[in-house]
């Protein structure tokens, strides 16, 4: 019962987010002394009921406050595990819900309790509990303005209950029925405010999940002003202003109860629970929340309740980890709650390794929350490391990530620096050697993630050098990884380690070695000048110190006689005395000694060497005593050092020790190095350490370069980006990395494209300097070094790109002016800084021609002018860059403007002319390649090119003819002569000009035909529309004037309309060209066909025109002629083909080859019979050849330009080519080939039957290297079950035991799936009897190991064991057949091959050899069957002519003449391939 006296403070207060009606509020009574009694409702609990009475003597105060005697229940208030609790009692004296009202009475029910917290405070929830536990329950069906209200409410009761008790606990007595009363209200309040909070949390969470929902309920909540998302930051500052105070009073043990703290941070967790509260528009909710949870661990003892939470929802809600770092750090910095890390990292280390690598997306939230708390609190993380690293072995990749990436944040903040103490520098190198070590870890994230932070600490200068070169070599063993991600952070760790190195801007092994060599000289000799110095005997040192010892010995003796003053010493015995001054005199206190030697002297006068010596003698005296003392130190040291082993007594031992001790200090001394000796010795150590890394970068340099090509375009980025990056450092061989990204400029791919772009950019057109011209020069420079020894590829390339450069405007004026300078020599310069000046103008015109052709006459006065024949190259590239205007002038498609031509008469083509003239007859290797760009520019740009090429094609001939007249003694002059007459008495020539005069007719005849192709088809194109257009319009205006005649007008255009008449013409104009082609331009009459006879003779008799360049060149033009005409194609291919299988020059092989491409597309039918010769060449001796051929070949197989069936295995052995340049070749082709649909799948088979007989000379080893390559590109489970059903199949006619194992070998390379091994069920009898070979048989199980990891259906796994029970059983069966009965192996093969060969043999015949692949099944799919040779031409072959080499005796031109392939030789069978268009360009 409540004591008469006691009163209970009521303050009213309104909340800051809504404000209450006026009306609402109830107005105290006015009448102060009257009392007013208030009977209560009756509570039920259990089987008794108690009427509470509340009495209020109703009594005026200050502030509106108004005190109550009241009366305690009889019950009392538990909070309940779950809401139902409530509505039962399980004591007597508990608390239990009487009824739970219907939602039509919550309405008045609700004012009712708001009318009676108006009068009686927070104390009236303990009538009216029901009413909001009612609200509570039928919550979901409620109106939502009484469940606001209710919120509402609640939120002033609580409010002003924790105002109220604000003042009652500060009481020092508390009364206990007053405390119990406040008790009860406490829960109750506390209990609906949370529970109200978590649902209207709850009904929130829905919302979201459903939009619409969501929508409809946000718009009518915030009409009405009431947004849960808003208001519950209200509440939680509510409950942690509750949370403030000392609320342990009212408990009697002073110890609040769990279950009322739990409740209280119970709502926090389900708050966080939600996935929108980490949005930053939560920000104060979750700083709330933050706050309440630190109130509770910091008053309530809620540490071990808030870890377990914590640690329980990081695996179920993947938001919670960064909110939970952010509460951590509040809690530490602003709570002092330092103990939570710990316990949080030792509950987490206490998790199983093997269920956090079950549940990965669980172990994702603790790798998280790990991760960037180390971030935030790296010091406290580090003093609980040891709990987590035995994670560190366990499978859980995610864990390990997270625990490195803690180790690297705490090697970044806490051990970092040179001023760390022993033990935290021993903690950092662990960590070093544990990140080192996970370099190479199993899992590919885990590798990656490693290099990331090893990227970081390297990038912050965390990285100690003595780690550096450890860490380095660890990157560049990276960058062969399998993994894309891995290689990526490689190359970025390499990046960073050159731009943060400590060693030097430039890092060329070369600079580096010489210097360290000269510095390693340097140190040697000063160790040499140290151990030499060191050696000085006593008496040398005696001498030393003499001079300085007279000096004060005199003046000592005379301060004496002035003053009789004497320092005293005490002497125990001689010995003593004798090591004092020994040592006096070592450290150069000479007084001292000087005065210890007069004291011996007066001390002790009867011991030697003191008797019979008066203090007063001569100076000489005590100078010849002190000499006696020191060198005689000396003597008896080597006398004690040999009797040491004879001197046991204890008084010995202590002065041997004392001299010891001496000694080793005067040796430590002397033998401590200079400074300039520790100075030299690390300059040479950090040489050491700079030249080693840049031996390992270099490395790096080879190993990147090559993954300029992969896949992946992340990894070329990165590839490019380090090439950058190492070209500032001034490492040579990074020039090579430059050139080798510049192909990289035609990728397809626009982001490898623009990185190509941005590092030139960066590379080159930002250059040093002060002014503009000094930048200008340092840019030239820059391209000049680029372009030294550079291929004709790399140029082209590095056209396209200055030519985006100059399109973009992003070079320089500046930089063009001083090209031109250097050009025209008015700036000094070499021969090759000025070629390679007009190399980089006609670059940059190709993106703005004006650049040229506004200073045409200047190209032509100086490039091509008197000096021209000094320098033909030079000549060459004007010509080059002249050509770049053409372009400028290209007609763009539909219009119908003239072209741009120059007159005949123009000074270009004289220049020309007189160039090509006067360096005809002269041995120059850049004259042949000048007139070939010569001629190809007189045909682009002059009116009438035909005709200046024949002047020249004749003036050169007369030149000719002159050399062979000299040569012959000949003086006459030659007035009319003919190519004819050359060709006759050639033999007598120079070789020099006639392969200039071959090499000149080739140009102009091949420059002649692409003119008709090209010129003179659009020139007539472009009349006939014109034609039309003009025919159009007349006609138009006829129309016009005669409408009568309209419909006749219509009946005419009516083929127009139908596109007949342009189709027609079109034909014309290529037949007429065709024509003119076929009958005209090697006719008798035209002066081309004056050099045929001579290109044959050089051709057909290679004993007598021995010469390489000039056989090399007639096969060249004789490749040109066969591209003009389709009969002397015909008529001329033997001798084409001969020379390219049996010419002994590879030149000549090379562009007899390249010369076979460009006829292989102009005249496919006549080119398909001599196919197999094409490919021949690809097994070439030479590389040269192979590697032409190889590119030829990919260029014809892709535009489906040759027979691809039979000979494609030919470009598989190119896998296996000893240079690595032709295997990248032929991978290409196949990656390019594998982009067709089934090109590879539909080739496979043959290959396999070819590369796997033993005729083709294809090693074991070899075919399996080339066939992992191929089989790589099936990947369509369709072509997998197709191709192991034909492998299987082909076991039947496989006649060898290799053939049995390549076949067993490319099975085991094929993706098994369930299908592919029912197709293999299938087919079994097909290699039964072939597993009794170990070989074959361990293939079969490796398919089944693979297929048993990766399916995992029972049905698989019952298929797959049955399948190796017939698997073993086939393999025992056979072994024991061979054991047991030997004999019968033989008789069941017989039967075997009986049944499989298709075809009558006798059996000597199949013992003695395997079949031949004409007598195999001709239906398989795997044999390409060759052409049978008819009966009676294999019984009378005619024997063939080999061709002789040899130029040591001359042969008649008809024995030269049958050194060609013979009618019989000449393959007969055509396939006529159609080609697109009639009209070919080449």
């Given at each position: 019962?409540?004591?008469?006296?006691?009163?209970?403070?009521?303050?009213?207060?309104?909340?800051?987010?809504?404000?209450?009606?006026?009306?609402?509020?109830?107005?105290?009574?006015?009448?102060?002394?009257?009392?007013?009694?208030?009977?209560?409702?009756?509570?039920?609990?259990?089987?008794?009921?108690?009427?509470?009475?509340?009495?209020?003597?109703?009594?005026?105060?200050?502030?509106?406050?108004?005190?109550?005697?009241?009366?305690?229940?009889?019950?009392?208030?538990?909070?309940?595990?779950?809401?139902?609790?409530?509505?039962?009692?399980?004591?007597?004296?508990?608390?239990?819900?009487?009824?739970?009202?219907?939602?039509?009475?919550?309405?008045g029910r609700l004012s009712e309790f708001r009318k009676a917290f108006n009068t009686q405070g927070a104390l009236a929830i303990l009538q009216h509990f029901d009413t909001l536990y009612s609200i509570l329950h039928h919550f979901r069906t409620v109106d939502s303005v009484v469940k606001e209200d209710a919120l509402e409410l609640m939120v002033k009761v609580v409010m002003n209950h924790s105002t109220a008790l604000a003042s009652i606990l500060s009481t020092a007595d508390l009364v206990s029925s007053l405390r119990a009363l406040h008790l009860?209200?406490?829960?109750?309040?506390?209990?609906?405010?949370?529970?109200?909070?978590?649902?209207?949390?709850?009904?929130?969470?829905?919302?979201?999940?459903?939009?619409?929902?969501?929508?409809?309920?946000?718009?009518?909540?915030?009409?009405?002003?009431?947004?849960?998302?808003?208001?519950?930051?209200?509440?939680?500052?509510?409950?942690?202003?509750?949370l403030r105070l000392d609320l342990r009073h009212l408990w009697s043990g002073l110890v609040v109860e769990e279950e009322y703290v739990s409740l209280v941070t119970g709502c926090c967790y389900r708050i966080l629970e939600n996935p929108s509260v980490g949005h930053q528009r939560h920000q104060p909710t979750r700083e709330a929340i933050i706050h309440l949870l630190g109130v509770a661990l910091q008053r309530y003892n809620h540490m071990l309740s808030a870890t377990l939470r914590l640690v329980q929802m990081l695996p179920h809600f993947e938001?919670?980890?960064?909110?939970?770092?952010?509460?951590?750090?509040?809690?530490?910095?602003?709570?002092?709650?330092?103990?939570?890390?710990?316990?949080?990292?030792?509950?987490?280390?206490?998790?199983?390794?093997?269920?956090?690598?079950?549940?990965?997306?669980?172990?994702?939230?603790?790798?998280?929350?790990?991760?960037e708390l180390a971030e935030q609190t790296p010091s406290i993380v580090l003093a609980n490391m040891s709990v987590l690293l035995h994670h560190l072995d366990g499978e859980s990749y995610g864990m390990r990530n997270?625990?490195?990436?803690?180790?690297?944040?705490?090697?970044?903040?806490?051990?970092?620096?040179?001023?760390?103490?022993?033990?935290?520098?021993?903690?950092?190198?662990?960590?070093?050697?544990?990140?080192?070590?996970?370099?190479?870890?199993?899992?590919?994230?885990?590798?990656?993630?490693?290099?990331?932070?090893?990227?970081?600490?390297?990038?912050?200068?965390?990285?100690?050098?003595?780690?550096?070169?450890?860490?380095?070599?660890?990157?560049?063993?990276?960058?062969?990884?399998?993994?894309?991600?891995?290689?990526?952070?490689?190359?970025q760790l390499l990046a960073v380690f050159l731009s943060n190195n400590p060693f030097s801007c430039k890092l060329s092994c070369a600079e580096l070695t010489e210097l360290l060599e000269k510095e390693k000289q340097k140190l040697q000799k000063m160790k040499e000048c140290r151990t030499t110095a060191v050696v000085i005997s006593p008496e040398e040192e005696w001498e030393a110190m003499q001079p300085e010892l007279q000096a004060t010995l005199k003046s000592c003796l005379t301060s004496q006689e002035q003053e009789d003053t004497r320092r005293t010493f005490t002497i125990e015995n001689p010995e003593q005395l004798s090591r004092s001054i020994v040592q006096l005199l070592r450290k150069s206190n000479y007084k001292d000694a000087i005065h210890l030697v007069q004291e011996g002297m007066h001390q002790l006068q009867e011991v030697e060497p003191f008797k019979q010596i008066t203090e007063n003698d001569h100076e000489d005296l005590i100078q010849s005593m002190l000499r006696s003392f020191y060198l005689g130190s000396h003597n008896e040291n080597s006398i004690q050092e040999s009797a040491d082993g004879t001197q046991n007594t204890e008084n010995e031992g202590q002065v041997q020790n004392e001299e010891q001790v001496q000694n080793e200090e005067q040796v430590q001394n002397e033998e401590e190095p200079p400074e300039e000796l520790v100075k030299q010795e690390m300059l040479v150590q950090y040489l050491q350490?700079?030249?080693?890394?840049?031996?390992?970068?270099t490395e790096a340099l080879r190993m990147v370069s090559k993954l300029m090509y992969e896949s992946s375009v992340s990894v070329v980025q990165e590839a490019i980006e380090f090439f950058v990056i190492v070209s500032q450092f001034g490492i040579p061989q990074a020039v090579l990395g430059v050139r080798r990204m510049l192909p990289l400029i035609w990728s397809k791919d626009p982001g490898i494209r623009e990185a190509v772009l941005?590092?030139?950019?960066?590379?080159?057109?930002?250059?040093?300097?002060?002014?503009?011209?000094?930048?200008?020069?340092?840019?030239?420079?820059?391209?000049?070094?680029?372009?030294?020894?550079?291929?004709?590829?790399?140029?082209?390339?590095?056209?396209?790109?200055?030519?985006?450069?100059?399109?973009?405007?992003?070079?320089?004026?500046?930089?063009?002016?001083?090209?031109?300078?250097?050009?025209?020599?008015?700036?000094?310069?070499?021969v090759l800084e000025r070629r390679a000046s007009i190399m980089l103008l006609g670059m940059m015109a190709r993106g703005k021609p004006e650049i040229v052709g506004s200073n045409l006459d200047t190209l032509i006065t100086v490039g091509l002018g008197d000096r021209v024949h000094e320098d033909y190259h030079f000549a060459l590239e004007v010509c080059n860059a002249i050509s770049?205007?053409?372009?400028?002038?290209?007609?763009?498609?539909?219009?119908?403007?003239?072209?741009?031509?120059?007159?005949?008469?123009?000074?270009?083509?004289?220049?020309?002319?007189?160039?090509?003239?006067?360096?005809?007859?002269?041995?120059?290797?850049?004259?042949?390649?000048?007139?070939?760009?010569?001629?190809?520019?007189?045909?682009q740009l002059a009116e009438g090119p035909d005709e200046i090429c024949a002047q020249i094609l004749q003036s050169c001939s007369h030149q000719a003819l002159e050399k062979l007249q000299q040569g012959e003694g000949a003086e006459a002059e030659v007035t009319d002569s003919s190519p004819d007459e050359v060709a006759d008495d050639s033999s007598t020539i120079d070789t020099t000009v006639l392969t200039h005069l071959v090499s000149l007719a080739g140009d102009v005849a091949l420059q002649q035909l692409v003119h008709l192709e090209l010129s003179v088809s659009s020139e007539l194109r472009r009349r006939r529309l014109l034609g039309e257009e003009q025919q159009a319009n007349e006609h138009a205006a006829r129309n016009t004037k005669t409408p009568k005649k309209k419909s006749t007008g219509n009946e005419i255009t009516m083929e127009e309309d139908l596109g007949l008449v342009g189709a027609s013409a079109e034909d014309t104009e290529a037949e007429l060209i065709r024509s003119i082609e076929e009958t005209e331009l090697l006719d008798g009459k035209q002066l081309l066909s004056a050099f045929?006879?001579?290109?044959?003779?050089?051709?057909?008799?290679?004993?007598?025109?021995?010469?390489?360049?000039?056989?090399?060149?007639?096969?060249?033009?004789?490749?040109k002629l066969c591209m003009i005409s389709t009969e002397f194609c015909d008529a001329h291919l033997r001798l084409f083909f001969t020379m390219m299988e049996k010419s002994t020059h590879s030149s000549v092989r090379a562009n007899l080859m390249i010369a076979a491409g460009d006829l292989a597309i102009r005249f496919p039918n006549q080119v398909e019979p001599w196919t197999p010769h094409l490919y021949a060449r690809l097994r070439d001796p030479c590389q040269y050849v192979r590697k032409t051929a190889a590119l030829v070949m990919t260029h014809l197989i892709l535009k489906d330009m040759v027979k691809v069936r039979g000979q494609v295995s030919e470009m598989a052995t190119l896998l296996i080519d000893p240079e690595e340049e032709i295997v990248g070749l032929a991978r290409n082709f196949f990656t390019e080939l594998s982009s067709k649909d089934n090109a590879v799948y539909n080739l496979l088979p043959d290959i396999i039957s070819r590369l796997s007989d033993p005729e083709s000379g294809i090693e074991e080893q070899s075919f399996r290297t080339i066939m992992r390559q191929l089989f790589s590109y099936i990947t369509k489970d369709k072509q997998t079950e197709s191709l192991v059903e034909k492998l299987c199949q082909r076991f039947r006619t496989a006649q060898t035991e290799r053939q049995h194992h390549d076949l067993a070998y490319c099975l085991t390379l094929l993706p098994l799936t369930e299908r592919g091994l029912r197709k293999m069920q299938d087919n079994f009898d097909c290699f039964a009897d072939k597993l009794q070979d170990k070989e074959v048989y361990n293939c079969f199980l490796a398919m089944l190991s693979r297929l048993r990891r990766v399916g995992t259906k029972p049905e698989i796994k019952a298929v797959t064991e049955e399948f190796e029970q017939k698997l073993r059983m086939c393999h025992n069966k056979g072994l024991d057949s061979i054991t047991e009965a030997p004999g019968e192996s033989v008789g069941q093969e017989d039967k075997n091959i009986s049944v499989l060969q298709s075809t009558k043999k006798t059996a000597a015949s199949s013992r003695r050899r395997p079949l031949r692949t004409s007598n195999k099944d001709a239906d398989s799919s795997f044999i390409t069957p060759e052409p049978r040779v008819s009966r009676s031409r294999r019984k009378t072959p005619k024997p063939k002519i080999t061709i002789v080499f040899s130029s040591d005796e001359e042969n008649s031109f008809e024995e030269e003449l049958q050194t060609e392939l013979t009618e019989e030789e000449t393959p007969k069978k055509t396939t006529p391939i159609s080609r697109k268009s009639s009209r070919s360009v080449r």
């Open positions: 019962m409540v004591e008469s006296g006691s009163t209970f403070p009521i303050v009213s207060s309104s909340l800051p987010y809504r404000k209450i009606p006026r009306s609402n509020w109830s107005a105290p009574r006015s009448d102060v002394c009257d009392r007013l009694f208030l009977r209560g409702r009756t509570f039920s609990s259990g089987a008794r009921s108690v009427e509470a009475s509340v009495e209020f003597p109703v009594k005026a105060r200050s502030g509106g406050i108004m005190a109550a005697p009241l009366s305690p229940p009889a019950w009392e208030f538990h909070l309940p595990l779950s809401p139902d609790d409530l509505l039962r009692s399980a004591a007597p004296s508990q608390y239990a819900v009487q009824e739970v009202l219907p939602v039509k009475q919550l309405p009860n209200a406490l829960k109750m309040n506390t209990y609906i405010l949370v529970r109200l909070g978590e649902a209207f949390e709850m009904e929130s969470g829905k919302n979201n999940l459903v939009g619409l929902n969501s929508k409809i309920k946000g718009k009518k909540s915030h009409a009405k002003g009431f947004l849960w998302e808003e208001e519950r930051q209200s509440v939680l500052q509510l409950l942690t202003q509750l938001h919670v980890a960064p909110v939970f770092v952010e509460a951590v750090v509040v809690w530490i910095k602003e709570y002092g709650m330092k103990s939570i890390v710990g316990e949080l990292l030792r509950e987490i280390g206490k998790k199983c390794p093997q269920e956090l690598a079950r549940d990965t997306s669980g172990t994702k939230g603790y790798a998280t929350f790990l991760a997270a625990i490195l990436t803690a180790m690297a944040e705490v090697l970044l903040q806490v051990l970092n620096g040179e001023q760390l103490e022993e033990t935290a520098k021993s903690t950092r190198d662990d960590f070093l050697e544990t990140l080192q070590a996970h370099v190479c870890d199993i899992n590919v994230f885990v590798r990656s993630r490693v290099l990331q932070l090893f990227t970081r600490i390297v990038q912050q200068k965390a990285l100690p050098l003595t780690q550096f070169q450890a860490v380095v070599c660890l990157a560049v063993g990276r960058l062969q990884d399998k993994s894309i991600n891995v290689v990526k952070n490689a190359i350490n700079a030249y080693n890394f840049s031996e390992k970068i941005d590092a030139y950019r960066r590379l080159y057109l930002n250059p040093k300097g002060d002014t503009e011209r000094n930048r200008a020069q340092n840019l030239i420079q820059s391209l000049f070094l680029l372009m030294i020894d550079a291929s004709l590829g790399t140029i082209r390339c590095l056209e396209e790109i200055i030519s985006e450069f100059v399109q973009k405007d992003e070079i320089k004026p500046a930089v063009i002016q001083l090209l031109w300078e250097r050009f025209a020599e008015k700036s000094q310069c070499s770049k205007i053409g372009n400028s002038h290209k007609p763009s498609p539909g219009k119908s403007s003239s072209p741009f031509r120059l007159p005949q008469s123009h000074m270009l083509f004289e220049r020309l002319r007189e160039a090509i003239t006067v360096g005809f007859g002269r041995p120059c290797a850049h004259w042949i390649p000048f007139t070939q760009a010569a001629v190809t520019l007189i045909y045929i006879p001579l290109v044959l003779k050089i051709c057909s008799n290679p004993g007598l025109y021995g010469d390489p360049v000039l056989t090399a060149s007639a096969a060249l033009t004789l490749g």
